[in-house]
C-alpha cells in the first residue's frame, strides 16, 4: 500500500556539491562529466525501455503521436519544453527522437534521506489519450523494494499517476498536471527522510517514540536496499546513461562508502552522514555522540560493505584506503570470508560455479547415494 501525495519541491542534494569543494569547481574530470550530461536530452536507442515493445496503434492511437496536429502530440511538445527549463539539478530526463512516447527519468537521492547519492530510474510512457489519462511509470527496481509506494514490481503507487486514491487536488488533472510535477513528487514525496511514514495508517495513533522507532528500523532496512541497488545498478546500467553513471559513482563513492562506516558506528543517523561532522572519507569522526544502531542493520552491513567496496573499485573509484580496510578485516577474520562466500550475495553465486565446475555436487550426491544403499543394508 502507498500514501496519496501532494506536490512541492524536493529537498537540494548537497552530495556533489560537497564532493566538488563549491559549485563552481570541476577540475575532477569525473564532475566535468556529470556537468556535461544535461539534464534533458535526446537519445534514439529505446531497446530497453520497459515500455519499447508496447503497442502504440491501439485502435489507430498511435497515430497521435505522429500527427503534429494532434492534442497529444502538442502536449507532449510542452512537456519537453517544461522540463528543459524546469528540471531540478538532481533529475535527469531521456527522450527518444524515434517515440515521443516514451521517455527515461534518472532521480539522485537527496541528502538527509536514506536514498542519498543513490540513481533511481523509472521508465515512462504517454498513452494514445495523454494527457486525458496520466503517463505510465515502471521503477527500475532490480526485483527490491525500496519504499511503501515503490513495489518490487516496478509498481509506482501514487495518487497524481492514479494508482492510489487521494483527494481531487492531488489525483491527475488532464489540465492541469505535468510529467515534472510526478517526478519532483517522486523525488521530493517518495524519496524522503522518513519513507516508513508513507505507508497508509502509521503514526496515527498516539506512541510517538514507537512509530519513530519502526520508523528509523525501517530506514536503516531502505539504506541496506539502496546500497544493493547502487551495485545491481553499475551492473545493468539502462542505455544512454552509462557514462553518468559511472562518473556519478566515482565521485560519490568514498563519501557512500564512510557514510556506510558512520552509519554502522552509530556516529551519525542513517540518512544523515552530510548533516552530521562525519564528512571525512577516511571514515574518521570529529563527533562524540553516538546514534543507537540495531544489530539487524550492522550485521547487514557488515556483510554488504566488501562487496559494495569491491563495486565501487571495479569502477575506477579512488576507494583505495577502504580496500586497504576490508582487506585487513578479511586477513583478521577468515572465516568470515568464508561464511560470506556460503551464506550470500556474489560470493555464493561465485562458489556454487566453482563447485559445479570441480564436481563437487555431483561427486558429494553420488556418495549420499551410495551410504544411503549401505545403511539400507
Not at 517514540?209 to 531502505?222: F, I, L, Q
Request: proline share 5%; aromatic share 12%; hydrophobic share 35%.
Amino acid at each position: 500500500m502507498c500514501s496519496s501525495d501532494e506536490t512541492q519541491n524536493p529537498p537540494r542534494s548537497q552530495n556533489l556539491q560537497q564532493q566538488q569543494g563549491g559549485e563552481h569547481e570541476t577540475s575532477n574530470p569525473e564532475i566535468e562529466e556529470i556537468h556535461g550530461f544535461q539534464q534533458f536530452g535526446f537519445v534514439s536507442d529505446s531497446s530497453d525501455h520497459y515500455y519499447a515493445t508496447r503497442n502504440n496503434n491501439v485502435s489507430g492511437g498511435g497515430d497521435a503521436f505522429k500527427d503534429h496536429k494532434s492534442r497529444v502530440y502538442k502536449k507532449i511538445m510542452q512537456e519537453w519544453r517544461i522540463l528543459k527549463t524546469h528540471l531540478p539539478d538532481t533529475i535527469y530526463v531521456r527522450a527518444y527522437e524515434n517515440r515521443i512516447d516514451l521517455m527515461r527519468a534518472a532521480i539522485v537521492g537527496a541528502a538527509g534521506t536514506p536514498y542519498h547519492d543513490g540513481i533511481f530510474f523509472f521508465d515512462i510512457a504517454f498513452p494514445t489519450d495523454y494527457p486525458a489519462r496520466p503517463p505510465l511509470i515502471h521503477y527500475r527496481s532490480f526485483g527490491l523494494r525500496i519504499n511503501p509506494n515503490l513495489y518490487a514490481s516496478g509498481l509506482v503507487c501514487l495518487s497524481l499517476l492514479n494508482t492510489w486514491h487521494g483527494k481531487k487536488s492531488e489525483i491527475w488533472s488532464p489540465s492541469g498536471s505535468t510529467m515534472l510535477q510526478v517526478l519532483v513528487s517522486i523525488q521530493g514525496l517518495v524519496l524522503n527522510e522518513k519513507p516508513y511514514y508513507n505507508e497508509p495508517g502509521t503514526g496515527v495513533w498516539p506512541g510517538r517514540g514507537y512509530w519513530d522507532k519502526r520508523s528509523n528500523a525501517y530506514s536503516e532496512d531502505v539504506f541496506v536496499l539502496c546500497c544493493k541497488t547502487m551495485m545491481f545498478l553499475m551492473r545493468r546500467v539502462p542505455k544512454n546513461f552509462e557514462g553518468f553513471v559511472a562518473a556519478h559513482f566515482r565521485v560519490t563513492a568514498p563519501a557512500i562508502l564512510s557514510a556506510c562506516k558512520a552509519y554502522m558506528e552509530g556516529r551519525a543517523s542513517v540518512g544523515h552522514y552530510y548533516a552530521s561532522n562525519v564528512v571525512d572519507h577516511d571514515g574518521s569522526s570529529s563527533s562524540s555522540s553516538l546514534v543507537q544502531v540495531s544489530d539487524k542493520f550492522k550485521g547487514a552491513m557488515r556483510k554488504l560493505f566488501p562487496d559494495l567496496v569491491d563495486a565501487f573499485a571495479r569502477s575506477g573509484a579512488s576507494v583505495g584506503n577502504f580496500v586497504e580496510q576490508v582487506a585487513v578485516e578479511r586477513n583478521a577474520n577468515p572465516h568470515d570470508v568464508v561464511d560470506r562466500k556460503k551464506k550470500g550475495g556474489m560470493g555464493k553465486w561465485v562458489w556454487g560455479k566453482l563447485k559445479n565446475a570441480l564436481g563437487f555436487k555431483k561427486k558429494k550426491k553420488k556418495n549420499s547415494g551410495k551410504n544411503k544403499a549401505s545403511s539400507s543394508k
